[in-house]
């Protein structure tokens, strides 16, 4: 991977100026909406060669794991630079794959490899904005990757995003196994994010205090109708302030549930998805049609090597 280019197309794409210096030795101005990424610089020097970096002491060295590179890479899996994206690996080869096939599925007694191709995988990355409205609002991003090829969210894939360099232009001439569906793989990531927001909501949730809350209002509005109770206990009382008095336990019976409702909702809160913007990962695997031997019976799978995740799938 020629990381001084790959670092020049995003600089770029985010609409940052790339000067090069002399050989490996670049001046950068970062537009000031991403400085908080670079420690609220928007100038600096980078430089891609140990011996250049050694020479101007001033420079950033870019390697892997270096801060900068880290923190590019955070900024291109947020921001929708491009849509499409394809991957680069540096080497799509399996050396023994009947053994890694054997150790990904220790379960079957017996294991062909009938055929071998290279393909291109797909993954849909949807990246959401999730929204806790309580008394206050506190928002997170989140994104969801889609394999395209099983339909299933990969929580794998998300993790290992960082070990994917990629361009804006097909890498590779491989063909994408089967139709991709675009919109079933978005009803499938708004779903999972739908469950875990969910989920995280009860977590914020804090029923002991809430209840506390509840016991207060409906203790205070208890009292207050009692009170109001004594009043049309007393003897000769009117029609119409009988009715006055009548009408006010009724208000504040009203007035009690709204407060209950709200100190509800303030616990609970509301929760609001908003999709950001979606990717497209273009990544080549390896796909090996097989057939597996359990119990009296054979049975032919198509499975795919990863060598992002280097596993099976």
Excluded at 54 to 62: A, H, L, T, W, Y
Excluded at 181 to 195: L, P, V, W
Aim: charged share 30%; glycine share 4%.
């Amino acid at each position: 991977m020629d990381l001084q280019k790959f670092v020049t197309d995003v600089l770029e794409g985010i609409g940052g100026i790339v000067d090069p210096v002399e050989y490996a030795l670049c001046h950068v101005l970062i537009p000031e909406e991403y400085s908080h990424y670079f420690q609220n610089r928007t100038e600096f020097d980078l430089s891609f060669d140990y011996e250049v970096a050694q020479e101007n002491p001033q420079s950033e060295f870019i390697t892997f794991g270096s801060y900068t590179l880290e923190q590019l890479l955070t900024i291109v899996n947020r921001e929708a630079v491009s849509t499409n994206r394809f991957a680069e690996v540096e080497r799509l080869s399996l050396a023994n794959p009947l053994k890694k096939l054997q150790e990904a599925y220790p379960e079957y007694k017996k294991i062909t490899i009938l055929e071998e191709a290279r393909v291109l995988g797909c993954w849909a990355v949807f990246q959401f904005r999730v929204t806790f409205v309580t008394d206050e609002k506190d928002e997170k991003t989140d994104q969801i990757w889609v394999n395209l090829l099983t339909g299933e969210v990969s929580d794998t894939m998300k993790q290992e995003q960082n070990r994917i360099f990629y361009h804006d232009q097909p890498v590779y001439p491989y063909p994408i196994p089967g139709e991709i569906n675009i919109d079933e793989a978005f009803k499938t990531a708004f779903q999972y994010i739908r469950n875990e927001t969910e989920r995280e909501n009860k977590r914020r949730t804090q029923e002991a205090p809430m209840q506390k809350d509840l016991d207060r209002i409906e203790s205070y509005y208890r009292e207050l109708l009692a009170e109001n109770n004594k009043k049309a206990k007393r003897k000769g009382l009117s029609l119409e302030k009988k009715n006055e008095i009548s009408d006010r336990s009724r208000a504040i019976e009203l007035e009690k549930d709204k407060q209950l409702q709200e100190m509800i909702q303030k616990y609970n809160g509301k929760v609001e998805i908003t999709l950001d913007h979606g990717l497209l990962y273009f990544i080549p695997l390896l796909q090996y049609n097989i057939k597996i031997q359990h119990h009296l019976e054979d049975e032919e799978r198509t499975v795919y090597y990863n060598p992002i995740l280097k596993n099976m799938e």
